[in-house]
């Protein structure tokens, strides 16, 4: 979108050529109106007529439909002042014309890249929140820790201290070879490195963002990149190489702290939406009263047991263990004595059992135990001792001054089965467990039953 009818025609051209489609519009108000009609991927903006682009920017973030799309504001060339308004008024990105076709090509690549990431983040949060998994955003936010990546902090330190006026955020210098050394999965990454392309040997700061957009402690920060005007060429590698942003040529503090805000504001944006899948996917597969898995995880979990079990030939031990009599527990006591009941028996299987075992709870008083790699002999044993611990165990209820007993029923199949021109069957696993477990209530409860088919 611009007014100037040759700049139209050369950025055209160029889009063209790398099989871009492209509308062309000669003011903001039209620019607006074909975005009612169709969506754009990216805007690129130039002169807008009466429309000011701070007003323009403002109307295309206010609709839900374009907030994310992508804004290139085209400036001036070296004209300052109208980059950090443009930055100021909304845009992701500044050039200046003459326009670079490979910083163009490279920048547009890089936001679609983005925009990408984030509406897919976007719309697993949105079903996140329609399944009413996600919480409300904290109100404050604390200051971002900045990691300044370079091996020449002396050429940094006078604008770095021109950015620590602007910023109330924390800022350090560390060493690519620091930073790369730092690859632990338990290590805190920054929110943001600036990653410094050397003006002698830029492709040594192109190798050290590669790297840690590539290792796993660095990969979800944020990457700006700094470069002078003699290591522009290698700049729009800098944004196919997993940069995010890139500030080339003459040094503006004030540029730098917009571009360093918007980095921040998007990674927190980011994080915050991978942290609500998380904790949706934990959501999504945890019994909420008791903390284990519910069935909507056993049952594939089992499978990938019992698929690793028919290839090495080793056994497993599906247990499905019941409550006796737990009807009665919740209408002498209440159920929220039930419930206190129930917790407990849960943490008790959890802690007389292995990490590698797996227990979920699948129905109101029932339970499923999947022993890996455990022989008939030894998967007895551990639910024989399961049913002593529930026994033994007093289980404390509010507002109850006496502990409350309980046993549970335990049955029990051993697999791989192997089910006639069906191979392995998990399904069938879990009904002869459940049959076995019928034949423990009927000998008297507190007992274990192996299923003699899948002995």
Not at 126 to 151: I, K
Not at 228 to 238: L, V
Not at 245 to 264: H, K, Y
Not at 376 to 389: D, E, G, K, N, Y
Request: with cysteine.
């Amino acid at each position: 979108m611009d007014e100037v009818a040759t700049n139209r025609i050369v950025l055209r051209v160029k889009l063209a050529a790398a099989y871009y489609s492209v509308k062309q519009v000669t003011s903001g108000t039209d620019a607006l109106a074909a975005c009612a009609k169709k969506v754009p991927d990216v805007i690129l903006l130039g002169q807008v007529g009466s429309m000011q682009a701070s007003d323009f920017a403002r109307r295309l973030r206010a609709d839900p439909r374009t907030e994310t799309v992508p804004l290139i504001f085209l400036t001036p060339p070296d004209d300052m002042r109208a980059r950090v308004e443009a930055l100021q008024a909304g845009a992701d990105d500044v050039l200046s014309h003459p326009v670079s076709e490979m910083m163009l090509l490279a920048r547009i690549r890089n936001l679609l890249r983005d925009r990408d990431a984030e509406r897919e983040l976007r719309l697993r949060d949105g079903t996140q929140r329609a399944l009413g998994f996600a919480e409300p955003r904290a109100g404050f936010e604390m200051p971002a820790w900045v990691t300044v990546v370079t091996d020449q902090p002396s050429e940094v330190e006078l604008w770095l201290e021109q950015l620590k006026a602007r910023v109330s955020h924390r800022i350090e210098i560390r060493s690519p070879r620091e930073m790369l050394a730092q690859d632990t999965g338990g290590t805190k990454a920054p929110d943001v490195c600036i990653v410094t392309l050397p003006r002698l040997i830029p492709e040594t700061g192109l190798g050290t963002l590669s790297e840690l957009r590539s290792r796993s402690a660095t990969r979800h920060c944020a990457m700006l990149v700094l470069c002078d005007r003699e290591t522009r060429q290698a700049a729009a590698s800098a944004l196919d190489l997993g940069g995010n942003d890139l500030l080339a040529g003459d040094f503006d503090p004030d540029e730098l702290a917009l571009r360093l805000e918007n980095q921040i504001s998007r990674k927190r944006t980011a994080d915050r939406l991978r942290a609500t899948m998380r904790d949706g996917l934990h959501a999504a597969v945890t019994d909420p009263l008791t903390g284990l898995y519910n069935r909507r995880y056993a049952l594939p979990h089992l499978a990938r047991i019992s698929e690793e079990a028919h290839r090495s030939g080793r056994r497993f031990a599906v247990l499905i263990a019941d409550l006796d009599h737990f009807k009665q527990i919740n209408d002498l006591h209440g159920h929220a004595a039930g419930d206190a009941v129930l917790t407990g028996v849960a943490r008790q299987l959890k802690e007389n059992l292995r990490a590698v075992d797996l227990v979920a709870r699948i129905g109101g008083e029932e339970f499923l135990i999947v022993l890996p790699d455990t022989g008939s002999h030894r998967a007895r044993r551990t639910a024989q001792r399961l049913c002593q611990v529930i026994r033994h165990t007093p289980f404390l209820a509010p507002g109850h001054d006496v502990p409350i007993r309980a046993t549970a029923s335990i049955g029990m199949a051993m697999g791989p089965l192997f089910t006639a021109g069906r191979g392995c069957d998990d399904s069938d696993l879990l009904t002869l467990a459940d049959r076995a477990l019928y034949a423990s209530k009927a000998d008297g409860r507190n007992k274990v039953t192996l299923s003699r088919d899948a002995a």
